[in-house]
């Protein structure tokens, strides 16, 4: 994994994002609300970009913070998002009527795991980004992976949990099935026909999965 040096290096030298995130950052950190890191953002935008993608579907809204800065950076892009926890989604629908952006992010409360069939509607997408419960990843990759469209991508987050997933030792009991099934997805992932995988270690750990 990337050093808190290289990383707080890293952090600093990317532009201060608008009032209405930098609120929302702030937000985050005092509430313990776990938005993807400032490096790994800018990475994923950056893929996003590159794939000229369109639409997106997101496991795990938090505030809407990943979600806004998507629509922020790829003013072509719509994102539909789901979220389980009602406090964290009535957050972000404020947030995204704050920022004006109702008409391109759908938000949808409920569980990503009972849900599948009411999303397709909204599909298929150019992206899904995985970012919730990591226990459940491969789950989640089962449901939505077939809404991607063939050239499109799945983006994971988190997949190598503050590196532990990496550690040979033994792995705390509290967090020993997360690891275990973060393990497998990543295995899995790597030995899909279907999809191409490349691992980046930065933030939490990120995974560039893309259909063929
Ligand atoms: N993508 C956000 C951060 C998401 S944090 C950002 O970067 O801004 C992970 C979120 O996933 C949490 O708010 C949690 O409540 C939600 N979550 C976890 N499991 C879920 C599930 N099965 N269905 C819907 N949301 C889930
Ligand atoms: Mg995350």
């Not at 369109?54 to 892009?77: D, F, H, Q, W």
Request: hydrophobic residues 40%.
């Amino acid at each position: 994994m990337v050093s808190d040096q290289v990383n707080t290096y890293l952090s600093a030298l990317i532009r201060q994002r608008n009032p209405l995130l930098t609120e929302m950052e702030q937000y985050a950190e005092e509430n313990e609300v776990p938005i993807m890191d400032v490096v790994s953002v800018e990475a994923m935008l950056q893929i996003l970009t590159l794939a000229n993608t369109k639409n997106v579907l997101e496991i795990g809204t938090a505030i809407g913070y990943s979600a806004m800065r998507i629509t922020e950076k790829l003013p072509n892009c719509k994102v539909v998002s789901i979220e389980r926890n009602f406090e964290r989604h009535e957050k972000a629908k404020e947030y995204i009527r704050r920022g004006q952006l109702e008409s391109r992010i759908t938000l949808i409360f409920g569980d990503a795991l009972d849900d599948a069939s009411d999303i397709s509607e909204y599909g298929p997408f150019d992206a899904l980004f995985i970012d919730a419960a990591k226990g459940q990843y491969k789950r989640f990759f089962e449901l939505y992976s077939p809404l991607v469209k063939k050239g499109g991508l799945v983006i994971s987050d988190n997949v190598l949990y503050k590196g532990i997933v990496a550690n040979e030792g033994k792995v705390a009991k509290g967090i020993r099935t997360m690891v275990v099934n973060l393990r497998s997805y990543n295995e899995m992932l790597m030995s899909n026909e279907e999809f191409e995988t490349t691992f980046y270690p930065i933030g939490d750990g990120m995974a560039i999965s893309k259909k063929k």
